[in-house]
C-alpha cells in the first residue's frame, strides 16, 4: 500500500509560477512511475506529467511551462509550474503505478486568477 499526500496548490495569478509536492510512504518508491494528472468539473482526468526512471513525458498544452522531477531518497515528486494560465487551473493529483498497481492522492487545488 502506497499512500500520496499533496501540498503546494493555491491561487497564483497569470504567468506566476507555483511548484507542487508529493510525499510518499513506502520504501520502493524508485520502482513506480510517478505522474501528476488535473481534472476540472465536469471533465476527465487528464494526464500532465510523468517520470520513470529515465525518462518524462508531458501533455502538449504544459510542454515548456511545467517540469516535473522526483527525489528517490525523500520519496517525493514534483510539479513546478511556470507562466501559469488561467486554463491550468483545476485540482491536481498525484499518481503512483506499478504493474498492475494504481494509487491517487487527494488532490490539490490549484487556482489561476487575476
Known amino acids: 500500500q502506497v499512500q500520496l499526500v499533496e501540498s503546494g496548490g493555491g491561487l497564483v495569478q497569470p504567468g506566476g509560477s507555483l511548484r507542487l509536492s508529493c510525499a510518499a510512504s513506502?520504501?520502493?518508491?524508485?520502482?513506480?512511475?510517478m505522474g501528476w494528472y488535473r481534472q476540472v468539473p465536469g471533465k476527465q482526468r487528464e494526464l500532465v506529467a510523468d517520470?520513470?526512471?529515465?525518462?518524462?513525458n508531458y501533455a502538449d498544452s504544459v510542454k515548456g511551462r511545467f517540469t516535473i522531477s522526483r527525489d528517490n531518497a525523500k520519496n517525493t515528486v514534483y510539479l513546478q509550474m511556470n507562466s501559469l494560465k488561467p486554463e491550468d487551473t483545476a485540482v491536481y493529483y498525484c499518481?503512483?503505478?506499478?504493474?498492475?498497481?494504481?494509487?491517487w492522492g487527494q488532490g490539490t487545488q490549484v487556482t489561476v486568477s487575476s
Open positions: 499518481n503512483a503505478v506499478r504493474g498492475v498497481q494504481t494509487y
Open positions: 513506502g520504501n520502493i518508491f524508485s520502482l513506480y512511475v
Open positions: 517520470i520513470s526512471r529515465g525518462s518524462t
